[in-house]
């Protein structure tokens, strides 16, 4: 049940009824009530059932013949007044000692009267009636628990006591449990104590995040001229009372001069506006002049207050701690309106949404707060119960809310240097705390009714609790369940936190450590029409199989043995229900797959923007999916012929299996032939044979034209060995290659929703497949809200872009011959290598690539290999072609590697080019593929993982591969990985740009043939679960 807070502040000041008394001597009799709270005080304050916090305290005069003050603060739920009632009469007589040396009373009977008739309520307002109507101090409360009551925190601290044991009994039973499966345990067991509460009604809790929070979208937008026309729509209590003073002057000015009737109440319009304006200069020029009249205090705070203070510090089992500071307002006639101003300002940032509801900025540590000024003086009194030590809590301020503190304090004499009321001041942090620590007093009586109870905790308390009351909604959610479980220890998964364990692990590296590899196409078969079944189970029973076995690798940390990962194509979808979201008949859905996608790398469309042949040995149309297996030696590798002969006995069939593996790069063989100019490093029938590279070897893999293969690949915030600080050259998001993620630009590319029921299918998107990402939870779940309609099927998902490229080995090295040849037959300034055919060979293959067969860029070295292994091409990959090779003398425009990834390249003095250039980064991981013998390699099967196959795949494929004019060039297409195609020209070339004329070499053939390949979509944990279908076994798994 959610309450009201409210806050009790009582101001008496000494000798109200009695003689003068000494502070000191008020200040032993509160402390013998005790800091922390004696155990007399804590009792009788917590039986009231309303009191979070309670502090008192004597102030000094803030002069000679003025009155000392006691000061009796308290947070509680419910009215101010009702609360003083029940607060009197649980600790009256306690404070009896107390009130009778500041104000002589002697009989408890007078304690409730004394109190009520010092009580007053708090007002930030600048305009305010005489202080004989408007009883109120000025000055600003701010509670960092909203709606949370004493008597519900207390409740829910006792079900989620019982909620973690239950939790840690059936995770002893099996830790299998998914996180639906063990909140359903936790709901049940709790229902009994959740049917005791008041209300079991979900709570409205203020601070939780909804997709309507206005807090969000203030930190997306900041200050948008939206956010300060709401600012000046909340201060009609201080704009209006400015405007009606200019009104009444410009009557006044104009009525002098002459003016009557309506034409003097309309001319007086315009005026008042200006005079408003003229007022708020003056202030502004007065509150100037204030400030430079101000002289800092800087001074070391005295050792004995300090030790006074912190002795009553970070108190045993308590998890917060208490402060009180008491300054003195200047004297300055503008400071009446600055402060109340500054009260104003933070108060109305409250109430647009600037900040989340008990948050100040982003500061959550804070459980109730006031700033007061005394009655009739200029003492300036703040009291702050907070979480943590003083020094964390005031370094908070001074980072992360210095305006605020600044517009505030720096009202106070001897404040840090300011300008303007909001600004500098509290940014000087050392300073801020050593004049801090000189204002603050002793505490020598605090209560709080929760102390080993930080705010962080009370809130995942109350989120906990909120999410078992709504337990039917996160039975059915993964993602709420998600988010519940993990309210337990630690914080719900932040929108850019990866979901490792729900993601396919070939996604997080090329698995070098398991070098045996093949890629199974397979054909579901035909449908099987029996009764109400879906017509193809038996696919639905393969999956749950592999499931139910494990045999699917999830996560970024692969098994050693061992790892299967398993992609469809948009035909397989189609055939196991998603029909409606491919939309390849009638309007589909409002989100569903992509169009290319859906249509397939085989459609002539596709063929035709990638420049793919008519006809090809296995394609997606009747391959639907495909079974990505590694193994770290022959032994493991074995076992892949199980795992498609289980498929074969259910009917499922092998459309194309393709051996693929890694051979370590010879760089000793390279080098040697370098120096030697020894023609056998490029000679076919020289070179050993396809010789798998050890699962230790953390060398780099040899392509089948002889490259080294991986130097550039994007690196991946998230992804494991991606800790530190993100890389400017290659850093990108995320959501540039997984659904469910933001992109580099802070948005989140289109996942196929599912957004019907499919219970005749036997297939439940709405319990197995989470959120789409504007429905996810985030750290403060919103569970009593409504839950999502749609669920995501692409979430932890990506698109896999398969080609099987024979390669002509023999053809490519023969052209490196003849064009070698052809260069070295006369001297040419180009060539570094003239007469050496056999470096001069290796220098042509260089540029056409853009590196060395070593990997070493020719950035770093134009004439000569690194030969250096891969690892350190790797590390020296960060250069940009605006400063180091601006004109491509170095590596050539055509070159594969500048087509790929051109860096700053196409537009060096854009500043966004390499943003750009990065929105179209493809994540790889293919292999060369082999012979059915595996001793030799035929060709690369290309892989790569795309967010949106368009913008990143077929872009590169088509518009900086394919492309003839690629960087202002004419009939050069890729040397490399173009299809070569019976419609290739003689004049195709390839450019050497030099010190003079460039190098043409014409014509060049390109030595790539596409055998097969499709578009596949590799699919999250939950997403593989919803396709099994009635066939899975959640029960026995545990998994929702």
């Known amino acids: 049940m959610s309450v009201t807070q409210d806050y009790v502040t009582v101001a008496i000041p000494f000798g109200d009824k009695s003689e003068w008394c000494d502070v000191g001597d008020v200040e032993r009799a509160i402390a013998e009530l005790g800091n922390p709270a004696s155990e007399a005080m804590a009792k009788a304050l917590r039986q009231t059932g309303v009191v979070h916090f309670a502090s008192i305290h004597a102030i000094p005069p803030e ?89 519900a925190i207390d409740q829910n601290r006792a079900i989620v006591a019982k909620a973690r044991k239950i939790i840690g009994e059936e995770r002893a039973r099996s830790s299998l449990h998914g996180p639906q499966s063990l909140f359903r345990a936790v709901a049940t067991q709790l229902k009994p104590d959740l049917e005791k509460l008041d209300d079991r009604r979900p709570p409205k809790l203020a601070f939780c995040e909804r997709n309507d929070a206005p807090w969000l979208d203030f930190a997306r937008s900041r200050w948008t001229l939206g956010w300060i026309g709401k600012g000046l729509a909340n201060a009609q209590g201080l704009i209006w009372p400015l405007l009606a003073i200019g009104y009444a002057l410009a009557l006044l000015f104009g009525r002098a001069g002459g003016a009557t009737g309506l034409a003097l109440l309309k001319g007086a319009i315009f005026p008042a506006f200006v005079i408003a304006l003229l007022v708020v200069a003056a202030v502004a020029w007065l509150l100037r002049r204030d400030e430079l009249a101000n002289t800092p205090v800087d001074r070391t705070p005295s050792a004995a207050a300090l030790g006074a203070m912190m002795a009553n510090e970070n108190a045993p089992g308590h998890a917060h701690n208490h402060m009180i500071s008491v300054t003195t307002l200047r004297k300055a006639w503008v400071r009446r309106w600055t402060l109340p101003l500054a009260f104003t300002a933070v108060a109305i940032m409250a109430k647009i949404g600037v900040m989340r509801k008990g948050f100040l900025a982003t500061i959550g540590t804070i459980h109730a707060a006031r700033w007061v000024v005394l009655p009739g003086t200029r003492q300036l009194v703040f009291c702050s119960n907070y979480d943590g030590s003083w020094e964390s809590y005031l370094e908070d301020f001074i980072t992360k809310a210095s305006e605020g503190v600044t517009a505030v304090w720096s009202n106070a004499e001897g404040f840090p240097a300011t300008r303007l009321l909001f600004f500098k001041g509290a940014e000087d942090g050392d300073r801020m705390k050593r004049y801090a620590r000189c204002s603050m007093r002793p505490t020598p009586f605090w209560f709080a009714a929760h102390p080993d109870l930080s705010a962080p905790a009370m809130r995942k308390h109350a989120l906990i609790v909120s999410g078992l009351l709504c337990a039917r909604r996160l039975e059915a959610n993964p993602s709420d369940a998600e988010a519940w479980l993990d309210l337990f220890g630690s914080i719900p998964r932040p929108d850019y936190g990866l979901q490792y364990e729900e993601i396919q692990t070939l996604m997080f590296g090329g698995l070098r450590r398991h070098p045996h590899s093949r890629v199974v196409a397979l054909n579901f078969g035909e449908p099987r029409r029996e009764g109400s079944a879906h017509p193809y189970a038996h696919v639905q029973k393969w999956l749950a199989g592999l499931i139910a076995d494990d045999i699917v690798s999830f996560g970024d940390k692969p098994p050693q043995d061992l790892v299967c990962n398993i992609a469809f194509s948009a035909a397989g979808l189609r055939l196991l229900g998603l029909d409606r979201e491919l939309a390849l008949e009638g309007e589909g859905t409002e989100q569903g797959f992509p169009p290319a996608f859906a249509l397939g790398m085989a459609h002539p469309s596709r063929k035709r923007a990638l420049g793919d042949p008519d006809k090809l040995e296995w394609c997606d149309d009747d391959a639907h999916v495909v079974l990505l297996l590694y193994a770290k030696d022959t032994a493991n590798a074995a076992r892949f012929n199980q795992i498609v002969t289980d498929a074969a006995a259910l009917g499922i069939t092998q459309k194309a299996a393709i051996r693929t593996g890694l051979k370590t790069f010879d760089l000793k063989r390279f080098e040697l032939a370098w120096e030697k100019s020894d023609d056998s490093v490029s000679a076919p029938a020289d070179a050993p044979g396809f010789v798998h590279a050890k699962a230790s070897s953390d060398e780099l893999s040899e392509e089948p034209f002889g490259f080294v293969d991986g130097v550039s690949q994007p690196l991946v915030r998230g992804f494991p060995g991606r800790h530190g600080a993100p890389d400017p050259v290659h850093g990108v998001e995320p959501g540039e290659f997984i659904l469910g993620y933001a992109d580099n630009r802070g948005y989140y590319p289109p996942s196929p929703l599912v957004e019907r029921k499919m219970d005749s299918l036997g297939m439940l998107p709405e319990v197995l497949l989470p959120s789409p990402p504007p429905e996810q939870p985030t750290q403060y779940p919103d569970f009593a809200d409504q839950g999502a309609r749609s669920r995501d099927f692409g979430r932890n998902g990506s698109y896999l872009v398969i080609r099987q490229l024979a390669q002509d080995v023999d053809g490519f090295r023969q052209q490196l011959d003849e064009k070698a040849r052809e260069i070295c037959k006369q001297p040419d300034v180009i060539n570094p290598h003239n007469g050496d055919i056999h470096r001069t060979r290796e220098w042509i293959a260089a540029k056409m690539l853009g590196r060395w067969r070593d990997g070493s860029a020719l950035i770093d070295h134009p004439f000569t290999p690194a030969m250096k292994p891969g690892a350190d091409a790797m590390r020296k990959n960060d250069f940009l072609y605006k400063d180091a090779d601006p004109q491509g003398l170095r590596c050539p425009f055509g070159s594969h590697v500048r087509r790929t990834f051109p860096r700053d390249s196409l537009a060096p003095t854009e500043p966004v080019e390499l943003s750009v250039s990065n929105r179209h980064r493809l994540l790889r991981r293919g292999r060369p593929y082999l012979d059915q013998d595996g001793d030799t390699a035929r060709g690369t099967l290309f892989m790569a993982f795309n967010a949106d196959l368009e913008r990143q795949f077929e872009f590169v494929q088509q518009t900086w591969l394919a492309s003839p004019t690629f960087h202002g060039l004419e009939c050069e297409p890729d040397p490399f990985a173009m299809h070569k195609g019976p419609t290739e020209s003689e004049t195709q070339r390839f450019t050497i740009h030099g010190r003079n004329a460039p190098l043409e070499l014409c014509p060049v053939q390109r030595y790539v043939t596409l055998k097969g390949g499709g578009y596949f979509f590799l699919p999250g944990r939950h997403a593989l679960w919803f396709l099994a279908g009635a066939a899975l076994d959640t029960d026995r798994l545990h998994m929702s």
Do not use: Y
């Open 63 to 151: 002069a000679p013949g003025k009155p000392a003050h006691l000061l009796i603060e308290a947070t509680v739920d419910g009215s101010a007044d009702a609360a003083l009632d029940r607060i009197a009469e649980a600790i009256g007589e306690m404070l009896l000692p107390v009130l009778h040396l500041t104000s002589g009373i002697g009989a408890v009977g007078e304690v409730l009267p004394l109190l009520r008739q010092h009580a007053r309520g708090i007002s930030p307002s600048v305009f305010r009636l005489p202080r004989w109507i408007d009883r109120r101090m000025t000055g600003l409360p701010f509670v960092g628990l909203p709606g949370l009551g004493v008597t």
